[in-house]
């Protein structure tokens, strides 16, 4: 169920693409350009996967789509499929809450990353090092107890329960 919380696929994503997108250190006008794309490419996958949610069909696939005002909006629309009309199925406060904390938690992880902080904050090492101290951790506490208060009912894409 962690996935429900952390944006652990785009992470890995992220972690993945880092190494040869900054240049292990070395960074250049054209690395740090291509680090702030994977920077936001990654938190709007974290925002955009926090608007997802699935259910099982009457042949007991599962289904995915996106939540919106009206209802689930299914990816893979005109086969005929019966799409709840469930209230849990359509978008509010609580989404946005999740999405939002889903980001800064990204946003905490990225910039944990030495090659990170030196091409996007460069002679600001030192400066980068005594807030990176703290910023994880307090991102943790508020994250935490925010998903106390609002718990995630979704069960969007990469969950294994439907």
Do not use: W
Request: glycine letters at 10%; hydrophobic letters at 50%.
């Amino acid at each position: 169920m962690l996935v429900n919380f952390l944006p652990t696929g785009t992470l890995l994503t992220f972690e993945m693409l880092l190494p040869p997108v900054s240049g292990d250190g070395t960074c250049s006008p054209v690395s740090s350009m291509m680090i702030n794309v994977l920077l936001g490419l990654c938190a709007i996958s974290c925002f955009f996967f926090h608007f997802t949610d699935s259910f099982r069909g009457p042949d007991g696939k599962v289904y995915y789509g996106f939540v919106t005002p009206r209802g689930l909006a299914v990816f893979k629309s005109g086969m005929g499929l019966e799409v709840p009309k469930d209230e849990r199925f359509q978008v509010g406060f609580v989404d946005f809450v999740h999405a939002l904390m889903s980001v800064l938690v990204f946003a905490a992880i990225a910039l944990s990353d030495y090659r990170v902080t030196n091409c996007l904050f460069p002679g600001h090492e030192k400066a980068m090092d005594e807030v990176m101290e703290s910023f994880p951790l307090m991102v943790g506490i508020i994250c935490s107890g925010l998903f106390l208060v609002f718990p995630n009912t979704r069960y969007g894409i990469g969950c294994m329960a439907a």
